[in-house]
């Protein structure tokens, strides 16, 4: 059975680009596409995604907060996709239980990160030990939580 994906985006063209990507080199389905923070809520507990992809300005509720509901039912992987990866801080993303941060100019890391989040293979330890390639060369905010860094791409 193929594993499953929920695309969250208020942006029709980014969720169209993000599910032509994912059809196209990735082995897994998206399930459903979500307009906005609720709806992404709503379609998460109805469909019950393996991955879920949210944007971090989408409306009603943005992603962090989006996320936030979705623990509250779910302990699927989250992917945050967003332009704005700089600006998201390290302790936002870890308190609601972000898995990895993208950003929206890079579908190779996409692919990447879900294929990796999918996999089953050490699934919450994606950041462990080591900065996520975008982050690579910009000075960056770890912080240690239980043995793991995590890098969400917070400058200092």
């Not at 994906?5 to 169209?16: N, T």
């Not at 998460?44 to 623990?71: C, E, S």
Request: proline share 4%.
């Amino acid at each position: 059975m193929t594993k499953s994906i929920l695309i969250g985006d208020g942006s029709q063209v980014f969720r169209r680009t993000t599910r032509g990507f994912i059809d196209c080199h990735t082995q897994f389905g998206v399930c459903g596409e979500a307009i906005d923070g609720l709806d992404a809520v709503d379609k998460a507990r109805k469909l019950w995604p393996d991955l879920i992809i949210l944007d971090a300005a989408m409306p009603r509720l943005n992603g962090l907060q989006a996320a936030r509901a979705i623990r509250r039912i779910s302990s699927v992987p989250i992917i945050l996709f967003t332009l704005y990866a700089e600006a998201v801080r390290a302790q936002d993303v870890l308190s609601v239980g972000i898995d990895a941060v993208v950003p929206k100019g890079n579908l190779s890391l996409l692919g990447k990160q879900i294929n990796l989040l999918l996999s089953n293979v050490q699934q919450k330890k994606l950041f462990a030990g080591r900065r996520p390639e975008y982050l690579s060369s910009r000075p960056t905010s770890d912080v240690d939580v239980l043995n793991r860094t995590v890098s969400a791409g917070a400058r200092r």
